[in-house]
Structures are given as structure tokens and as C-alpha cells.
């Protein structure tokens, strides 16, 4: 059973700051990472996927890929409070079913 | 973007009785899941479903639990009979396509209280 661990649990930085959220996941046939962002009230919304190792840019924010530690990461560059939210990382072997990690919640202090 | 409408947003049902979960997809999706999440916390799968059938299901999917979009309508998950441990907020997903490259389009749940 894929278990997918999310680190740190909370973490408050100030505006303009950068933010890393880390996943460690632990079915090595993994294939598709993905972070998704929940707002209060709201259900959880992509924000970008990778599939491959390294590093994938999109803005303000890049992932980080790496198969072989097991491990997945988000950074956030000059953090809005509007980011403020829950962030999952989520992975998928080949198939249907996405595994959501345990969440970490960001809090942007303006 | 594409929007995932839930109906009710809320739902207070005494124990024993049946609820069912309303769920209008995106309009071209084919691809339906049920996610559970408990006080804000981690987004527990319950199923999927194609063309009818469910691809698959966790352990959560329990017997009293079941699924169906009869005739292109509302994607429904109906519960019956109803548990304390039922109480959670419910998502409903769609995707265009089923692999796990495609992404989910979440609605904004239903909260479900079971007294």
C-alpha cells in the first residue's frame, strides 16, 4: 500500500520568502507526481504535475523530481498570501488512482 | 476552468438513515472519483468509474457505499445505511481521460455530519 508522507506539517514564511514542501512516497513503481492546493472551504486544485526526474518551472513555482530517493518537492518563490492553503503532493503508479500525501499547510505572513 | 458543482454542501442525516452525494462532473469528462478528507487532512481515495462500472475502489469503499451516473445525470455516491464514522467532507472528481497523467478537477465538497 503507497504511503506518501508530507513534510513539514505547517510552515509559516513571510511575503516575498520562499517556501519548500517535501513528499517522500513509497511504492517504487511510482510514475505521475502531482501537487495540488486546497483553499479554505474548497476542494483541492491542481497547481502542476512532473513526471520526470529533475526540476519542472511554472512561474513562481518549480518541483523537484527524484525517483530513485523517493522524494518529490515544491518551492514556492516570493510567497503571496494568497497561497496561503493546504498543499498535497499526490502519485500514481501506472492506472487510475491517485495517493494524496498527509498535507502541509502554508501561511503566507504579509 | 472547467467546474465540478456538488450538491448539497451540507448534510446532517441521523445514524442508520441513507444520504446520497450529488455530483455534477465537468461536461466532457468521463472520469469520476469520490475522495474522503477528515477535518482538513489528508484526501483519502474511495473510487473511480467509467463507462458505468467502477476501475477500482479502496478499502473505505465499504458495502454500504455505492455508485452510478444513471443516463449522463448526476455522478451520485449513496450511503446506506449511515455511520458516525461517515462524517467527512466528500470530493467529487473528474478527468478527461483515466490515466494518472490526467489532472482531477475537484469540487468543492460536501460536508457530511452524521448524528
Known amino acids: 500500500q503507497q504511503k506518501v508522507q508530507q513534510s513539514p506539517e505547517s510552515l509559516i514564511v513571510p511575503e516575498g520568502g520562499m517556501a519548500s514542501l517535501n513528499c517522500t512516497f513509497s511504492?517504487?513503481?511510482?510514475?505521475y507526481f502531482w501537487w495540488y492546493r486546497q483553499h479554505s472551504g474548497e476542494g483541492p486544485k491542481a497547481l502542476m504535475?512532473?513526471?520526470?526526474?529533475g526540476d519542472k518551472k511554472e512561474g513562481r513555482f518549480t518541483a523537484h523530481l527524484n525517483k530513485a530517493s523517493l522524494h518529490v518537492s515544491l518551492h514556492i518563490k516570493d510567497s503571496q498570501p494568497s497561497d496561503s492553503a493546504l498543499y498535497f503532493c499526490?502519485?500514481?503508479?501506472?492506472?487510475?488512482?491517485?495517493?494524496f500525501g498527509t498535507g502541509t499547510s502554508l501561511l503566507v505572513d504579509p | 476552468g472547467p467546474k465540478v458543482l456538488q450538491i448539497p454542501s451540507h448534510q446532517i442525516i441521523d445514524m442508520g438513515q441513507m444520504v446520497t452525494l450529488n455530483c455534477d462532473p465537468v461536461?466532457?469528462?468521463?472520469?469520476f472519483y469520490w475522495y474522503k478528507q477528515i477535518l482538513g487532512q489528508q484526501m483519502e481515495f474511495l473510487v473511480n468509474?467509467?463507462?458505468?462500472?467502477?476501475?477500482?475502489k479502496s478499502k473505505l469503499f465499504k458495502d454500504q457505499f455505492s455508485v452510478e451516473r444513471p443516463d449522463g445525470s448526476y455522478f451520485t455516491l449513496k450511503i446506506q445505511p449511515t455511520a458516525l464514522e461517515d462524517s467527512a467532507v466528500y470530493f467529487c472528481?473528474?478527468?478527461?481521460?483515466?490515466?494518472?497523467?490526467?489532472?482531477?478537477?475537484f469540487g468543492s465538497g460536501t460536508r457530511l455530519t452524521v448524528l
Open positions: 499526490a502519485v500514481s503508479p501506472m492506472g487510475y488512482k491517485l495517493t
Open positions: 472528481a473528474s478527468s478527461l481521460g483515466g490515466g494518472s497523467a490526467e489532472t482531477l478537477y
Open positions: 504535475s512532473i513526471f520526470s526526474n
Open positions: 461536461s466532457n469528462h468521463l472520469y
Open positions: 468509474f467509467y463507462n458505468g462500472k467502477v476501475m477500482e
Open positions: 511504492d517504487r513503481n511510482s510514475q
